[in-house]
Every structure is written in C-alpha cells, then in structure tokens.
C-alpha cells in the first residue's frame, strides 16, 4: 500500500473497524507500512475523539454515546417497543424481579400484563410510576443520589439496597455487550449497581439493540457468561450472535420491530 496521509490512514481504520469489528495493531502496521509508534499515535487520536475503544493490542467499535433519558424517548420507539415486549415474557407470576430504569425497560413496564402478580423492585421513579397501576405487583424503589440525565437512582445506598434481595430475575438496560470484553459502560458508577445486581439475581437479562452488540465502553462490569439472556433485534445475523450462544447465553430476537 502507497505511504498515506494522517487523515488517509485514520479513515483506513476506521473503515476496517466498520467491517471486521476489531483491528490489531500489528496487522495495521503491517498493511499500512507505518511503525508502531505511528499506530498507537493514530489510535490514541481516534480513542480522544470519542470514534474508537482502545484495548490491549488494538480497538473496538466504541459504544455510542448515550443521551439523556428524555432525548431517548424519542429514538427507535419501534425497536424499543418490540425489545420490550419480548423481555416482557420473561417475567412470570410469584418472581421477584429487579427492573433498572431507562426508555426501553419502561417501555417493558407498560408491556406487563395487567393481572401479573410480582414483586418489581427498581431504581427508575418512571417506572415505579408505570406500574402504579397494577393492582397485583408490588413496587420497590431503590434508594440513592438521583442521577438526573439518567431518570435512576444509583450509588453506594442503591448498591446497599440491592444487597438486601434475592432477585428471580434481574433485566439490565446495558450499554456495551462484547465476546471479549464482556459487559461495559460509560458511567463507572453504574457498573458497581450493575454487579451488585447480577450478583444478587438467579437470572440475569440484557436488552441490547444491534447497535450495542460488539461494542464496547472504557468502565468494565464483568464477562459475558454473567448473563443468562439476551434480547436483541431480529435483524442481526445469526454469526453475530453464536458467540454470545457458545457462552451459553439464550438469546431472545424481538419480533415485529
């Protein structure tokens, strides 16, 4: 390959990026005949400018970068519709469940059939006002700083009452699924609730649109095998989703989207 420019070279990464979902460093070096050195400078430029996740070796497609909650009410309310009804029938008479907040788990809220008998604990007041109407769930508000972009509650009193249940089932609002990376975020202080709820959970599902599936954010939560479901979109390819099979994760695609 002909020596390229900065901005060449960047648009080549980033290109292989899109189409392989990973790249490695000394494969870079190699193809585009730069150093080391060069690469990482590249790299580093396209991890500060928020387009790329830097790991060991190379980089990841970076999450994307989430907006507030009233913002994303707005987006993809097809696919949030569909994601949720399906998570929906994942929840059963006489479990305890922990519901953490965010547009489409409030979405999944309202999807619950009227006369489900459950007890709902959450961290999200949208959707301890959702279910309010529900004359056979009972409804737990977790404690906590408010975070206000988010619409949920989190912290080390969040964590605390989490650690007070022995959740049936536990559906999560993830920001960034991937094989090798595991389960990430771009807040540092949701991972802690995030852990604390798994940890206390028999089941553990994640509600993840195409967009976050082999992506991946800087804070780290755990392995992927932490999770015993996954609810995606019905157009992602089968190849996408066998790695998260073989990890013995059922995978779950939302009709209707």
Avoid at 52 to 81: M, Y
Wanted: proline share 5%; with cysteine.
């Amino acid at each position: 390959m002909q020596t390229l420019l900065k901005e060449e070279r960047q648009q080549y990464i980033l290109d292989k990026l899109h189409h392989d979902g990973k790249i490695v460093a000394v494969d870079l070096c190699e193809a585009l005949g730069v150093s080391e050195d060069t690469i990482r400078r590249d790299l580093r430029e396209l991890a500060d400018a928020g387009k790329i996740q830097r790991v060991h070796g190379g980089a990841l497609p970076r999450s994307p970068v989430v907006s507030s909650f009233v913002v994303r009410q707005q987006q993809q309310p097809e696919v949030k519709a569909a994601l949720a009804k399906a998570a929906a029938g994942l929840v059963q008479n006489g479990q305890m469940v922990l519901l953490f907040g965010g547009t489409t788990t409030l979405q999944l809220a309202r999807s619950l059939p009227y006369d489900l008998q459950a007890t709902i604990v959450t961290n999200s007041p949208s959707v301890m006002l959702a279910l309010a109407e529900y004359p056979k769930i009972d409804v737990i508000g977790l404690g906590g700083k408010l975070l206000k972009a988010e619409l949920n509650t989190s912290g080390s009193q969040t964590i605390e009452d989490i650690q007070r249940f022995r959740f049936d089932l536990c559906i999560l609002g993830v920001c960034s699924l991937h094989p090798d990376v595991g389960i990430s975020m771009l807040i540092l202080e949701e991972t802690y609730v995030l852990r604390a709820a798994i940890n206390s959970s028999a089941d553990a599902v994640a509600i993840a649109p195409a967009d976050r599936l082999d992506t991946a954010a800087p804070y780290i939560v755990g392995p992927l095998n932490l999770l015993t479901h996954l609810v995606t979109e019905s157009s992602v390819p089968d190849s996408m989703l066998m790695p998260y099979e073989n990890l013995g994760i059922t995978v779950i695609k939302a009709e209707g989207e």
